[in-house]
């Protein structure tokens, strides 16, 4: 697995190569790059989006190298601010840009959103936060927190339909259940998970089930076990995260434990036996054991500045 530290490269900012094995978190390479924000493993090779690392611009970047870090590209512009976000299908490279509100294809072509949301302070413009190929891999999924919606495009980027989550709740991150049919998000500025039948290249909007009420707390992150029978999501603020038992559209609290740090912004699970989570403002990394779909007791912290995104195989 690679974990991602948002920092400069003085102040160990990079890619780090990683395993575990359940005795520790052994790191195996180094990568220095400047300030990582999100990443993610396809065709042997991993992409990666850094935060502003041009001198004379503040967009984005985006590089893609061999998984032991050879081969490595030159730094694209990603045609936005504070790309937070991307997917691979094949030779695309599909990137959204959280501060500029759009969405783009390999660096050149980009598509802006429109409009705002109902909280005022974090919806005054649209903020796209992710980006999943669809199933059949002929279509693009986006999130935008701006503006509550969950937008479809064709892989030319022109837009076949929209969905919405309720107003306010800031829609961030999405998967697909196992089986295709269902795509679950994870919101930010409410705590919730919220759930879309998929239908003929459209999403229909069915339900959305709290996580919790406490004061400062925000959605991050959203995974799922490879059985497809549980989801889990991280909540900053709050610092915990939870296990909800998936069957279709019906969701079900099973579990909620402290995350062991500060600020949970991303997680992955490892083969369904560990579950690694990145503490962006403790600047530690935790791990557990997962049996049966549920959290199980922490195994260890490692230190590492400001751990952004924890991509895996498949992941």
């Known amino acids: 697995m690679y974990i991602l530290s948002c920092e400069k490269p003085e ?3 990079g890619v780090y190569r990683c395993e575990t094995d359940g005795n520790g ?3 195996n390479a180094y990568l220095p790059c400047d300030r990582p924000m999100y990443a993610v493993r396809a065709g042997g090779r991993l992409h990666v989006l850094l935060r502003a690392p041009f001198a004379d611009s503040e967009n984005s970047g985006c590089f893609s190298c061999a998984e032991d870090f050879s081969e490595k590209t030159e730094v694209r512009d990603t045609l936005g601010k504070v790309a937070c976000h ?5 030779e695309d490279v599909y990137v959204a840009n959280y501060i500029s509100g759009n969405i783009v294809k390999n660096c050149k072509k980009a598509v802006a959103h429109t409009g705002r949301g109902a909280n005022e302070r974090r919806q005054e413009a649209p903020h796209t936060h992710c980006v999943i ?9 986006c999130t935008d927190l701006g503006t509550d ?6 892989r030319e980027l022109n837009r076949r339909s929209t969905a919405g989550v309720p107003a306010g709740y800031g829609i961030r991150h999405i998967l697909f259940s196992k089986d295709g049919k269902y795509v679950y998000a994870v919101n930010e500025l409410v705590p919730s998970v919220s759930v879309f039948e998929w239908q003929n290249a459209g999403a229909r909007y069915l339900n959305t089930v709290k996580l919790t009420d406490a004061a400062g707390a925000t959605g991050a992150a959203i995974r799922r076990s490879e059985d497809g029978k549980f989801l889990y999501c991280s909540v900053r603020g709050e610092n915990t995260l939870y296990v909800l038992r998936a069957e279709g559209e019906n969701l079900s609290e099973v579990q909620k434990t402290d995350c062991g740090g500060d600020g949970p912004r991303d997680f992955n699970i490892i083969e369904d036996k560990f579950l690694v989570c990145c503490n962006e403002n403790s600047d530690n990394v935790t791990v557990f054991t997962l049996q049966n779909g549920r959290i199980g007791g922490l195994l260890y912290k490692q230190e590492l500045p400001s751990p952004l995104c924890c991509t895996a195989e498949g992941r």
């Open 25 to 27: 978190l052994k790191i």
């Open 86 to 90: 991307l997917c691979v299908i094949g």
């Open 133 to 141: 190929p669809s199933p059949c891999g002929k279509f693009i999924l």
């Open 149 to 154: 919606a969950l937008y479809i495009y064709d």
């Open 11 to 13: 102040k160990g900012g």
